[in-house]
């Protein structure tokens, strides 16, 4: 009998949980991203400036390409985003690492996109003239209520293959279509 009621239990929840996983998502908001580089700075400080300024353009590029006409996913403006994390005493460079259905709640979305961006030399040696650095680019959506990640996406590209040629506020537009295909499977779709 203890066996029944404890496979029933085992039961319910993971169905539970795929009913939630298959659940739409409405509203989403994308986090400024975590940029690892080896890009040689001054200072300390000045590394975390750079960071800081490429993590907030990799957001806004990521945003940009999910709202050019044809996609349609709900996502709030970076801006507004930014701003509330700020009136909320959040700093935009450590947003990436707090629990992820916190931010969903203080942001009131049902979901949180985090970017990662990892600069690596092809060679473990430093950059050469000639070397081409590589860029991955790590993206992960969260759940609001489980804090669970929900979708993930992975890709290296040549670094200079993650910004669009002609509009480098916008991922390249392959990329931008790889992801979209994959996200939008999803979330819900306007």
């Known amino acids: 009998m203890k066996r029944i009621l404890s496979l029933l239990t085992v039961i319910l929840i993971v169905t539970n949980q795929y009913i939630y996983a298959q659940k739409s998502t409405e509203k989403l908001v994308v986090l400024p991203f975590r940029v690892l580089t080896m890009e040689a700075k001054d200072s300390y400080g000045q590394l975390k400036a750079f960071q800081r300024d490429e993590g907030l353009m990799y957001q806004k590029a990521f945003y940009n390409a999910l709202t050019v006409e044809g996609c349609h ?100 537009r392959y990329l931008a279509k790889k992801i979209y295909k994959k996200i939008s499977r999803y979330v819900e779709t306007l």
Do not use: Q
């Not at 005493?89 to 916190?102: N, Q, R």
């Not at 990892?118 to 804090?147: A, W």
């Open 73 to 172: 996913i709900s996502l709030e403006d970076v801006e507004v985003t930014n701003t509330r994390l700020k009136a909320a005493g959040i700093d935009l460079s450590k947003a990436y690492f707090m629990d992820k259905d916190v931010l969903c709640k203080l942001l009131k979305a049902d979901g949180v996109i985090t970017g990662t961006i990892l600069e690596e030399s092809p060679n473990r040696r430093p950059t050469r003239p000639g070397d081409k650095p590589t860029k991955s680019i790590t993206l992960e959506l969260f759940d609001s209520v489980t804090d669970d990640i929900i979708w993930k996406f992975e890709s290296g590209v040549f670094a200079d293959k993650i910004l669009d040629e002609d509009d480098a506020s916008s991922l390249n």
